[in-house]
């Protein structure tokens, strides 16, 4: 694949140069540890520090979401590798030891691992420091590793702004967590790809699709989903997953979602509204109350071609309020 | 190509439908002549309303920039075909006949053509109306076809933000046409595909490229560039779009610019940043004086692969604020 890109070996830092000459007026960027925060960080009161992040390849996640009401610090990792404890420690040491920081953590193994050793080290210098754990991704049915790949993915995006917008109207560190689980314990995500996600830093592509096929359930490093199929059409898509949602809420008429539609990276938006538009039909014909949608790019695969569909069941009316409250992040 | 949609026949439709899903607490959306415009389009005092549109297939131009501090209507036409002038008319009616409207037109015959013709038809219904052409695409070698094939592309974006925010501000128009006039003189833009654009309405892309290569002048509907050459880094593609936009402004040390980096449809944000950061680059060796960059998806041609570099040189204060104003627009 033709990819618009100089060495591999410096693509993050060349990303993240780019993304600053666009935003140096309001964020900063520590180059050694590739951390994206806000310019104002220092004074941003007493307000809890939300700090996320994970492995490049995911653009606009995370440092897109580095903004007033949303994230304060993202920090960076190589293509579809977890930021080291080192870096995400050096995250948190940005803040003033008198604040709270809450990291919030995409449900895989290695980035887990990674931001609680950073977490216990933190701790260690006598800061306060706590985390949530978003594991939206329900592709994989029960079985014995299902927990293991309830991976974090787009749904993760939701997290940050409702827990940014909280935390800018002065949520503690507790409230947050807590907030923040309650979230995710109603948040999910499924997607499906159309092809797979080309990392530059690798000879082969981590799955192969026929031409004309859909891949039910893939990650967002390449990992495996449950069924392929020929594609067929727009609206295809759209019920397989709404249902596989459908059988986890095992929802009521009138219950209130919210709705995020996720470009995977390669697809055009054109397509997106028209998935959007197909899952509109379907709340419509289950008489959701549909409160808040977003469509869009947000959490990505390098250029991987497909969609992921993430449902929130919105549980307080001030979820759909934190949703909607304004805010300065460059993607949202 | 395998494109999420259903038929084809009602792809205008169903995107359309699927944005209105999103945004329908702040626009509305006129089924029979694909229109979106502020809902608020009656209680905007007597702003200038700003009209600009085209064909489907650069999503998120031209209803992405919708909303408050930028266009107030946008008219879709099928994929790569422009609006009718029956569409045109119908935007232009949604307003009252006494407030004064302006039509930002992208320079295509078809495009140019259709919207005169409205602009005609309205007057003569005693409505006020006067027009922009942009022409902003300086792909082509100056020969007799040079003003025919000076393309509006996706520096248009930027005609619409900076009028959207005069507008706002009360400008009249005859004041944001000699504005308009002005930041097109001073607009232009260069894109490199890497690969066609897939009408999902024909067979065949509108042009091939071996893989691997680039080609440097190519239009937003397919329409041929200027040379192929074999793809070698991101910094290559930014030295010859960065040289062409040297020869066109012949600038100085010091020179004040806007930048946008445009993706064409299927390139990935962690590509157009790394892009980005190799004309920041060149920006800092010709020591011009950047006041303002964006990055992003915003004016597209359908799955191509590429990027459009956008300069603009902004011999007016007023021009960089105005593109930094708050805005409502969906994909600003």
């Given at each position: 694949m033709t990819k618009i890109i100089n060495d591999v070996q410096n693509i993050v830092c060349h990303m993240l140069q780019g993304f600053y000459f666009e935003h140096k007026d309001r964020v900063s960027y520590n180059e050694k540890y590739n951390l994206i925060f806000r310019k104002d960080l220092a004074d941003m009161d007493q307000q809890v520090v939300l700090i996320s992040g994970g492995g490049s390849g995911h653009e606009p996640a995370d440092f897109g979401y580095v903004g007033d009401g949303m994230l304060s610090v993202a920090v960076v990792g190589e293509i579809f590798v977890p930021p080291t404890p080192e870096q995400v420690l050096e995250a948190i040491r940005l803040v003033d030891r008198s604040r709270s920081v809450l990291l919030i953590i995409k449900n895989f193994t290695a980035d887990v691992g990674n931001f609680l050793t950073a977490e216990a080290l933190a701790k260690e210098e006598g800061r306060t420091?706590?985390?949530?754990?978003?594991?939206?991704?329900?592709?994989?049915?029960?079985?014995?590793?299902?927990?293991?790949?309830?991976?974090?993915?787009?749904?993760?995006?939701?997290?940050?702004?409702?827990?940014?917008?909280?935390?800018?109207?002065?949520?503690?560190?507790?409230?947050?967590?807590?907030?923040?689980?309650?979230?995710?314990g109603r948040l999910h995500t499924l997607g499906v790809a159309l092809s797979p996600a080309n990392d530059p830093t690798k000879d082969e592509p981590s799955f192969t699709l026929q031409k004309n096929e859909a891949y039910y359930g893939v990650g967002i490093h390449g990992e495996k989903g449950y069924r392929k199929e020929v594609f067929s059409s727009s609206e295809k898509l759209a019920v397989e997953l709404f249902n596989k949602l459908k059988s986890v809420y095992r929802w009521r008429r009138q219950d209130p979602f919210a709705i995020l539609v996720n470009g995977l990276g390669a697809t055009p938006l054109v397509e997106q509204y028209a998935f959007a538009n197909d899952i509109r039909r379907l709340c419509e014909l289950e008489s959701l109350d549909v409160r808040f949608v977003k469509i869009g790019t947000h959490l990505t695969s390098l250029d991987m071609e497909g969609i992921s569909l993430s449902f929130l069941k919105i549980e307080d009316p001030r979820w759909e309020a934190w949703l909607k409250a304004d805010v300065e992040a460059a993607k949202w």
């Open positions: 420091v706590d985390h949530v754990i978003v594991n939206d991704d329900v592709s994989i049915e029960n079985d014995v590793t299902y927990n293991k790949r309830r991976r974090g993915v787009a749904g993760t995006v939701l997290v940050h702004k409702i827990l940014g917008a909280a935390a800018r109207e002065g949520y503690t560190l507790e409230q947050l967590k807590e907030l923040g689980e309650q979230v995710i």
